[in-house]
T-cell receptor
């Protein structure tokens, strides 16, 4: 049973470009979460999705960030017009049900030049 | 609002020493869940344990043990006979009951270095 998969593992973007981060949850998991880890900091919740629905986006920055989890395919975290402050590790996690253990993917390290 | 505090930013021990990582949490919910995750130098996050607020039994898994005390709002993690491979950042996390869905609130992490 494959774990949570994220790609790319590393992403380099120049300021103003768009970044798309992908997350495929574990088989049988319909709940997906995104977290951000800024350098030398802990992890901060961004958004919680179920298939085709955003359940909680209270941790998402108000502008430039969006997330989706379509009926088919991976969850996507999209960052438009990236700035240097967006450089961080972005982790995706999945769980089979509400309040169950969240298993994390390996993360995507985004570097904005 | 929920909050997790890991007061120890860094701990350094010599191999075979026992080490305890502290975690103190704040929540208004009566139903909540506590977690520990390990982040080794390679960067991934590894799940270690999940505890619900109604189960205060301590748990032991090999060299790892956890002490959950609701009276002091603490969920401490002890590694017995530490090994170099235990070197990592350890995160304590809290998930409240129905009020906040499943989102995890993490502490700032404790960097554990085990020296040979």
């Amino acid at each position: 049973n494959a774990g949570v998969m994220q790609n790319p593992r590393h992403l380099v973007r120049r300021r103003g470009q768009e970044a798309r981060l992908r997350c495929s949850p574990m088989k049988g998991h319909s709940h997906v979460y995104w977290y951000r880890q800024l350098p030398e900091e802990g992890l901060k919740f961004m958004v919680y999705l179920q298939k085709e629905n955003i359940i909680d986006e209270s941790g998402m920055p108000k502008e430039r960030f969006s997330a989706e989890f379509p009926k088919e395919g991976p969850s996507i975290l999209r960052i438009q017009q990236v700035v240097r402050g967006d450089s961080a590790a972005y982790f995706c996690a999945s769980s089979p049900r509400l309040q169950e253990t969240q298993y994390f993917g390996p993360g995507t390290r985004l570097l904005v030049l | 609002a929920q909050k997790v505090t890991q007061a120890q930013t860094e701990i350094s021990v010599v191999e075979k020493e026992d080490v305890t990582l502290d975690c103190v949490y704040e929540t208004r919910d009566t139903t909540y869940y506590l977690f520990w995750y390990k982040q080794p130098p390679s960067g991934e996050l590894v799940f270690l344990i999940r505890r619900n607020s109604f189960d205060e039994q301590n748990e032991i898994s090999g060299r790892y043990s956890w002490n959950f005390q609701k009276s002091t709002s603490s969920f401490n993690f002890t590694i017995t006979a530490s090994q170099v491979v235990d070197s990592a950042v350890y995160f304590c996390a809290l998930s409240e009951g129905e009020t906040s869905g499943s989102r995890l609130t993490f502490g700032e992490g404790t960097q554990l270095t085990v020296n040979p």
